[in-house]
């Protein structure tokens, strides 16, 4: 005897709309909760959250995690290098430590110094490739040592630039040949 179909079970976007508000109800009560325990389990859509949307409040979230606890930022590199929109390895050539360009074939990443406002830095990702999304979440790792992350603005025209102290890490990172990049 097979069972009856209820309604919905063979509709694709009432499967999604069940997902995402499961999702959300999930987030909801790991944001509410995580100020109280903070070495709670991170629950895998935070991870999605943070990288579609660093700058939201699961996404912030997430990243003051990444910097405390090894294990939220070792699977958040991990989900990230697996949905990069692009990876910048180290830089073959010796270089003097005044690094200021990086590049794939469908991202660039530059240092300007910014005038008239002393000890800072533009650092500055710009789309190379009309088909590619622009990333969300710049990653420096370097050779050894810990990786610093920087949540990117949301671009509309293929562009976006963060200023920073001429002293950031992630700067320092940049110019060091022997880090690379990931851009998700």
């Known amino acids: 005897m097979t069972e009856p179909k209820l309604p919905g ?9 069940f997902v995402a508000s499961s999702a959300d109800r999930d987030i909801r009560l ?6 109280a325990v903070e070495d709670k389990p991170v629950p895998f ?3 999605v959250q943070c990288l579609a949307d660093p700058e939201s409040a699961t996404g912030r979230r997430v990243m003051e995690m990444a910097v405390r606890r090894p294990d939220v930022r070792a699977a958040l590199m991990t989900l990230a290098s697996r949905f990069a ?7 073959a050539a010796a270089s003097d430590g005044a690094l200021a360009v990086r590049e794939t074939d469908a991202f660039r990443m530059r240092l300007e110094a910014a005038y008239d406002a002393g000890g800072l830095a533009y650092f500055i990702v710009e789309r190379l490739d009309d088909g590619s999304d622009m990333p969300r979440l710049a990653i420096g790792i370097p050779e050894a040592g810990e990786p ?17 102290p001429s002293d950031d890490p992630f ?4 110019r060091d040949p022997d880090s690379r990049f990931l851009l998700a």
């Open 85 to 91: 929109l692009g990876h910048l390895p180290a830089v």
């Open 171 to 174: 700067l320092h990172l940049f």
């Open 45 to 47: 859509a935070a991870f």
């Open 148 to 164: 610093v992350m920087r949540a990117l603005p949301e671009s509309v025209d293929g562009g976006v630039q963060l200023m920073l």
């Open 30 to 35: 790991w944001l509410s909760e995580a100020a």
């Open 9 to 17: 079970d063979d509709d694709g976007f009432a499967k999604a709309l």
